[in-house]
C-alpha cells in the first residue's frame, strides 16, 4: 500500500533587495522534510508586503500554480511573509480555503484548514488579529521614517540625490 504524500508549495518573501530569503525557505524545506510532505515548487519574492497582490508577481504566480496543480498546502515562514495589507492577505487566505489548500504559517504552527478542507475558527481568528498588527507595524515604520526625514530636514539636512546627479531618459527608462 502507496502512501501519498502531501503536495506542498513554498513561499517565501522578504522586502527589500538586500535581505534574503534563503533562511525562509531552508527552514520550511527542512520542515518538510521532517513532515514527509513533497516540496513541489517553492515561490521566492523580493518584494514589499504592502503591494497589492496584483503588483507582486510570484504570489500571483503561486495562485495561479497552485489552482492549475492539486496542492494541498502553502508554508510560509511568518504571516507577514504573505503581505502586510489585512484585506490583501484575507483574499488570499480566502482564495485558498475556496480551493481547498490549508496555509500554515510556520512560526505560530497554524493552520488554516483540517484535513476536512474545514476552516479552523481560531486560526481564522489569531490571522485577522495578526494582519492587522501586521499593518499596524507597517504603518508605525512610516511615520517613524517620515518623522526622521521631517528632523533631518528642519536641522538643515538635505534629503534625495545628490546635486546635479542626473540619469539621461535612455538609462532611466531601461531601469523601469
Not at 54 to 65: A, G, V
Not at 114 to 136: A, G, H, R, W, Y
Not at 152 to 169: S, T
Request: glycine share 6%; with cysteine.
Amino acid at each position: 500500500l502507496k502512501r501519498y504524500k502531501m503536495k506542498v508549495v513554498i513561499y517565501s518573501r522578504v522586502s527589500t533587495m538586500t535581505q534574503d530569503y534563503k533562511r525562509q525557505t531552508d527552514e520550511l524545506k527542512d520542515y518538510s522534510q521532517k513532515m514527509g510532505f513533497q516540496v513541489v515548487k517553492t515561490f521566492e519574492e523580493k518584494i514589499s508586503g504592502g503591494k497589492n497582490n496584483e503588483e507582486r508577481p510570484k504570489l500571483m504566480e503561486m495562485i495561479n500554480y497552485i489552482k492549475e496543480n492539486k496542492i494541498d498546502k502553502v508554508l510560509c515562514w511568518e504571516l507577514s511573509r504573505i503581505g502586510r495589507n489585512t484585506i490583501e492577505v484575507l483574499k488570499t487566505i480566502k482564495l485558498l480555503n475556496d480551493n481547498c489548500i490549508s496555509l500554515f504559517i510556520k512560526n505560530y504552527n497554524i493552520e488554516t484548514l483540517n484535513d476536512k478542507c474545514e476552516i479552523n475558527p481560531l486560526s481564522q481568528f489569531m490571522i485577522q488579529i495578526l494582519t492587522s498588527v501586521s499593518e499596524m507595524e507597517k504603518t508605525t515604520i512610516r511615520q517613524r521614517v517620515k518623522s526622521g526625514y521631517d528632523q533631518f530636514r528642519k536641522n538643515g539636512g538635505k534629503v534625495g540625490r545628490k546635486e546635479g546627479f542626473r540619469k539621461d531618459r535612455e538609462l532611466l527608462l531601461n531601469e523601469h
